[in-house]
């Protein structure tokens, strides 16, 4: 009787184990064990938030997320993919395909549609795409994909189309990198920047091709140690640092290196602009090896930057300092190829160009020329000719 006992109370323990080994192991969670159709009709929101949270309570060292290539999930309301989880590292293999609502939901202003908040150590990878239905929200205020508050973050290969307002968001995050992106929307689609960017430190965006109705990549207010490398913009609104400083803002942005990057039929190039009133600064920063295809503004200071009619001359602004540019080559469509309008209660300081050729499209027979207004720096082989810098 006792070993009987004894034997199923080994039993069951062996049992015990194996399960919990299995389940330790079993670190993949495929949304469609979840409950999501696939179908492009069914609403697999509840699905998709459903198997994340069991993906989140895992404690396997990598447990995956599971998009599978070949279906298209209709995630008809905003999903918040929250951690922190409990392994210091998860990834999402993102192979399908998401689209979003014929029609908008009821939601908050800057609401977005897939947020992964306060996950540490995610992978993202798979070639899968993202399709906003944008066309019908963009009135609304809501973004594609928000990343907030994700330390050490990686984003391989995605695609997204028609995002309802910005693409991506980075907020909050401290390392992270993007590469292998495309990002499009119509050009004439209000809002829907490539990539935005606030309060991150030490992000790197490479090799990503971006054709929106605005800014590529805007960097804003809280970020620092931003590299972004073998990006292809246009059309669009080009890479701006900014807009900063509305409404009497401090900002503070620095160390931001953009590097072998082409622009094509975009609006701008190479962009900082900064609201009358604001304080801080935006300092540090690099634009160099640069291809430009038919660009309006292809560089382009701007501290009176005001998209409304009239904006007030407030006398502050943010200053901008230590800006190189450097190795430009290609057309504008504006014969004002270069405009440095600063401040003039804050100077722009250490603006220097260097290496630059850009010129009329019609085989440089139209003169281009440089606008200059408080910009101090100096500049060399700069084609057209900047008067204002030494
Ligand atoms: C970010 O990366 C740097 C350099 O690799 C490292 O020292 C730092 O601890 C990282 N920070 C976070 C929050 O991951
Ligand atoms: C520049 O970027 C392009 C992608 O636009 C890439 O193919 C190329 O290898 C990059 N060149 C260098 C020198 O990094
Ligand atoms: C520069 O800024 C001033 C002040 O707002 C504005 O009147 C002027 O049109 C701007 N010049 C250019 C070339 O943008």
Redesign the pocket.
Known sequence: MKSWRFRNGILAAILFVILSLAMLGSGSFDVTSYGAVGDGKTDDSKAFQDAWAALCQSSSSQPTLQIPRGKTFLVGSPVSFEGPCKSPSVSVKWAGTVIGPQKTWKGGDGDSWLEFANVDGLSISGNGKIYGQGAIWWKTCSGALRFRSCNRLRVLGLKSADSPRNHISITNCINATFSNLKLTAPEDSPNTDGIDIANSINIQIS?S?MATGDDCIAINDGTSHVKI????CGPGHGISVGSLGKEGDEAVVENIYV????FANTDNGARIKTWQGGSGFARKITYE?IQLDNVRNPILIDQYYCPHQTCANKGKAVGISDVWFSNFQGTTVDRSAITLNCSNTVPCTNINLNNIKITAPTNGREEVFAICNNAYGKSSDTVPVVSCLK
């Open positions: 090799n091709l490398t073998g990006l292809t590097k072998n990057c082409t090896d």
